[in-house]
Structures are given as C-alpha cells and as structure tokens.
C-alpha cells in the first residue's frame, strides 16, 4: 500500500489533503446535509452552498482536518472567511466606505 493512503497527515502537504477520497466524500455529505450557506443566511439570503469549510481553521494539523466540525458556505463567503482568517481582519465597511473591523489597518493608526 502506498505511503499516502497509510499516512496522509504525515507524507502530504496539507493543501494535497483536499484531494484525498475521504476529503471529498465528507465535504459531499456536508453540503447535502446543509444546502444553503450559513453565513448568507444569518443574513436573510438564501444562496445554495458549494465548499464544505472548517468552521475552525485547521492550521495544518490532521486530526482536527479530519475531525473539525464544517459548515456550507458560499464561494464568496467562504473566501471573504479565508482572507479573514489570513489577514486577521474583516474587509466590511459601512456607509461612509471605511472598515468596519477595529483590527483592519485603517482603524489600527
């Protein structure tokens, strides 16, 4: 049996990880599981759901990969929520066109 398929935490690189069968099933459950993006609808939209993401970011580590809870999301949800979490800041403004987040830079001078 190949290296992969014994230890996929240990002989791929993380973003390989989505790749795998057991990935790709999970996230298919998920999504049937729950149709709609959860963010879109705490906002009052109703926008079906296509990535399977970990409500937590796994930061590389395998168990919590595997094990970590999900949600649905959107595409543009979920990648608005990966910017987040890269950036360590939230990208909304408000009326006036400044950011929301006191963590965005604009708010940090």
């Not at 290296?3 to 240990?10: I, K, M, T, V």
């Not at 298919?28 to 970990?54: F, N, S, Y």
């Not at 890269?86 to 950011?99: A, E, F, K």
Request: proline content about 6%; aromatic content about 8%; glycine content about 10%.
């Amino acid at each position: 049996m190949h290296r992969r398929n014994l230890d996929p935490g240990g002989s791929l690189h993380w973003r390989e990880w989505y790749g795998l069968g057991s990935w790709k099933r999970r996230a298919q459950h998920q999504l049937r599981a729950e149709p709609l993006c959860r963010a879109c609808l705490a906002k009052g939209r109703i926008i079906p759901a296509t990535v399977a993401d970990h409500a937590q970011p796994h930061g590389g580590n395998w168990n919590a990969f595997r094990l970590g809870r999900l949600q649905s999301l959107c595409a543009d949800c979920h990648n608005r929520k990966w910017a987040n979490d890269r950036l360590g800041y939230r990208g909304d403004i408000d009326d006036d066109g400044l950011p929301t987040d006191p963590n965005h830079p604009f708010n940090r001078a």
